[in-house]
């Protein structure tokens, strides 16, 4: 049961509010700590996210913070939802107040950079921190992606050892502890801050639940007028645009740029991923305003509507596209396969669909992509196979507790019914080593079918 709520920090992850409640409420173990907020072991949380309270947890935090507040103010919501549909928007913000639910499945989060994958600091918001409140704590503006310098203190943000992908073994790791002193390095290319204090300010603009203005709509006003759309408002020029934007930001060093098919997509209403929105708003000149609050009349929107003609949509370079998309859609199956991009660890099946959501790509769209597809065909497996590698999974999951597991046990982490049970054991073997493959087939041996 969670005895107490630490109080939340200005621009504070929730995950760091958890992390401090671990400290200082006394917990033994990561695994108690997670017992007294979270619904279930297998409910780990996201980084980025709250994650599945249970009831007591829920109850306590509610007390002190609203949900919603916490949601809006303390966790990378606004970074996935800022853009999005409304009604997306709208249900997306339902289910992680009221019925939780996987934040994949409402955006799409594509797997980390290399740039991205650790939480980072600001090494004088640490200093001002430990001052103020006599403990360093993870800034949620430090997470954006892309993001490079603290906007408030000039410098560039530094990493820390702590993951931001999820873990298999979920772990509490506060900032006070994870934090190193180290002497701040001072960034000095104008473009370079005036472009993170534009990431912060459109972060933590207030979300609009109240009209859906389609941020390509925005974009195709903003862009009249510039080279970038022929007179009539007709055709866009992407390709001139992309040209443009790459050369831009590499002179500031940003680490992820958009690709034309990126702002291509964007521009037709088929994107709305933050950090390429927010590339193309930067290097438009849009201010934070007029992005975050347009004002745009229905007409507006309509008008936008009849204009969805781009001189470079066709013909596409498919090649040119196929192995741009390549190492993405690797990244995102491989974390599908594996489990690291799920938030229990569990490994899951490659679905066509599922790539197709998560790299919000038309149907049947691999299909001219050849790269692309050889890459989902080695990934792709049977429900049965799934199955045996989740069983897998779950017994290396249990055998590390070091105490009795049983069926029971197995068929809750792993998620696998009872019933499929028979369609498993031939391919346990084929994913696990003769003697772990054995000691499984000796445990769900002995269940009547």
Not at 232 to 240: A, F, L, M
Not at 251 to 261: E, P, R, V
Not at 403 to 416: A, E, H, M, T
Request: charged share 25%; with cysteine.
């Amino acid at each position: 049961m969670i005895n107490y709520i630490p109080q939340i920090y200005p621009d504070e992850l929730v995950y760091s509010l958890f992390c401090r409640y671990y400290v200082h409420s006394g917990c033994v173990s990561h695994k108690a700590a997670l017992s007294d907020i979270f619904c279930k072991r297998s409910d780990n949380p996201s980084k980025e996210f709250i994650g599945h309270l249970n009831a007591d947890a829920q109850n306590q935090i509610e007390k002190c913070y609203p949900i919603k507040e916490l949601i809006l103010k303390n966790t990378m919501f606004p970074q996935y939802a800022r853009f999005i549909p409304l009604s997306q928007k709208e249900k997306a913000m339902y289910h992680f107040e009221f019925e939780y639910c996987d934040a994949h499945h409402l955006f799409a989060i594509l797997p980390r950079t290399d740039a991205d994958g650790f939480l980072r600091y600001c090494p004088l918001c640490v200093e001002e921190d430990r001052q103020k409140y006599g403990e360093a704590y993870w800034h949620r503006t430090h997470q954006i992606r892309n993001m490079q310098i603290c906007s408030k203190h000039k410098c560039y943000l530094e990493q820390s050892e702590v993951t931001a992908k999820s873990e298999k073994c979920f772990t509490f790791c506060p900032a006070e502890e994870y934090c190193k002193v180290i002497e701040p390095r001072i960034a000095d290319n104008a473009d370079s801050l005036r472009y993170a204090e534009y990431l912060s300010d459109v972060f933590n603009s207030p979300l609009d639940f109240s009209k859906d203005i389609p941020i390509n709509t925005v974009f195709y006003y903003a862009m009249a007028d510039t080279p970038y759309m022929k007179s009539s408002g007709k055709t866009r020029y992407t390709k001139e645009l992309s040209d443009r934007l790459k050369a831009y930001f590499e002179t500031i060093g940003i680490n992820d740029i958009a690709s034309m098919y990126q702002i291509q997509r964007v521009l037709l209403g088929n994107r709305f991923d933050f950090s390429v929105v927010c590339q193309v708003a930067f290097f438009l000149g849009i201010s934070v305003t007029d992005l975050t609050a347009p004002q745009i009349t229905q007409e507006q929107i309509e008008t936008e509507k009849a204009t969805h003609t781009m001189k470079d949509k066709e013909p596409i370079n498919w090649q040119e596209y196929d192995g741009e998309l390549a190492p993405v859609l690797e990244k995102v199956a491989k974390g599908i396969y594996y489990g690291t991009a799920n938030e229990n660890g569990r490994p899951d099946r490659v679905s066509e669909k599922m790539i197709y959501r998560e790299l919000e790509l038309s149907a049947h769209r691999l299909e001219k992509l050849p790269q692309c597809r050889r890459i989902f065909e080695r990934y792709s497996e049977t429900y049965e196979e799934n199955w045996a590698r989740r069983v897998i999974w779950a017994y290396r999951e249990l055998s590390e507790q070091q105490k009795p597991f049983y069926w029971s046990d197995i068929r809750l982490v792993s998620g696998v019914k009872k019933k499929n049970i028979g369609k498993v054991i031939p391919f346990i073997e084929k994913y696990a080593d003769k003697s772990t493959a054995n000691h499984i087939i000796s445990i769900i041996g002995n269940i009547p079918l």
